[in-house]
């Protein structure tokens, strides 16, 4: 039964007042939304995101695998969700700054998207990760350690010494001035047709697979630095030394107003973001790609790793 506890009028000042606090309790008691990408590595992030925060005590909703880039960010940018991992890169093409040179560079590249996104949209960007999820050239690993290739001035100097080297790849790598020519240019080689296979349509796991089969000779593939299949197919991402790729490093954003009623998430996600090196994260990518476990069982099990 519902009993009325106050019979008089109330005032419209106190009842303003009731109402303002009936509305901000509400409020304080809504779940963060969390969201993510459709792809694998978007999947394993936002779980990361979620399970951390219902560790930390934050009622969560899940909203994980949500749609690509654009989906995701008008979401988040009209409230509809609270929360997802992005890339620092994309800060070129949500601001139009596809022709700055501060996204090849990492500090730079952060501190831009951080103040953009803030001043006009009200989003904050926590601490990335180490990993950068950028186009790369990766080579067999057999081929990377009899002739000690660990970047693209070591592959450069290879390629100088007349070494056998055939490179799995799309047209848009081979074409676009960003991709190949961009890496030839700034390290001084040049891949002849007798080089190059080129894939049409070609994607990572099509690249990849084509090194790791040696088909038509193939030792070498493009690949995304983070790519859950490099582990387990034994191949190795040429270090972009000279910066040559924009920096795609992921980190956690989040609508200001959520991060002012709950601050402890950047401390909470803080850690688990710090400990996703490149390997780290192209592990985890494969357990799922490669392995088939579930998103949710690899998160739990880095997590755990992690302790308190």
Do not use: C
């Not at 009842?15 to 008691?29: F, N």
């Not at 909703?61 to 890339?87: F, N």
């Amino acid at each position: 039964m519902i009993r009325t506890l106050i019979s008089r009028p109330v005032s419209r000042g106190v009842a303003l007042a009731a109402g303002t606090l009936i509305a901000l309790s509400a409020q304080a008691q809504d779940p963060v939304v969390v969201s993510s990408k459709i792809d694998t590595e978007g999947s394993v992030l936002g779980q990361l995101i979620l399970q951390r925060l219902e560790q930390g005590g934050i009622e969560v909703e899940d909203r994980l695998q949500l749609g690509g880039t654009s989906i995701v960010r008008e979401a988040l940018i009209a409230g509809e969700i609270d929360l997802y991992p992005e890339y620092t890169g994309n800060g070129a093409f949500f601001f139009d700054m596809a022709d700055s040179p501060v996204w090849n560079d990492a500090d730079k590249a952060l501190e831009t998207v951080r103040e953009k996104d803030r001043e006009i949209n009200d989003l904050v960007w926590l601490t990335p990760a180490e990993a950068n999820n950028t186009w790369a050239i990766s080579v067999r690993g057999e081929l990377a350690r009899e002739h000690d290739l660990a970047s693209l001035e070591d592959l450069a100097d290879y390629l100088d010494d007349e070494g056998q080297f055939k490179l799995a790849a799309s047209a848009e790598f081979v074409e676009s001035p960003q991709a190949l020519p961009a890496f030839q240019d700034a390290y001084g080689f040049e891949l002849s047709d007798d080089q190059l296979l080129v894939l049409s349509g070609g994607n990572t796991a099509a690249t990849m697979r084509a090194a790791a089969q040696q088909t038509s000779g193939v030792n070498a593939a493009m690949t995304y630095g983070t790519d859950g299949g490099l582990q387990a197919l034994d191949l190795v991402v040429m270090d972009d030394t000279l910066g040559v790729q924009p920096v795609y490093q992921p980190a956690p954003v989040v609508r200001e107003p959520v991060l002012e009623r709950y601050p402890e998430i950047e401390t909470l996600l803080e850690p688990v973001f710090q400990s996703l090196d490149l390997e780290t994260l192209q592990r985890l990518n494969g357990d799922v790609a490669v392995n088939g476990r579930a998103p949710a069982a690899v998160a739990a099990d880095f997590l755990d790793s992690l302790g308190d």
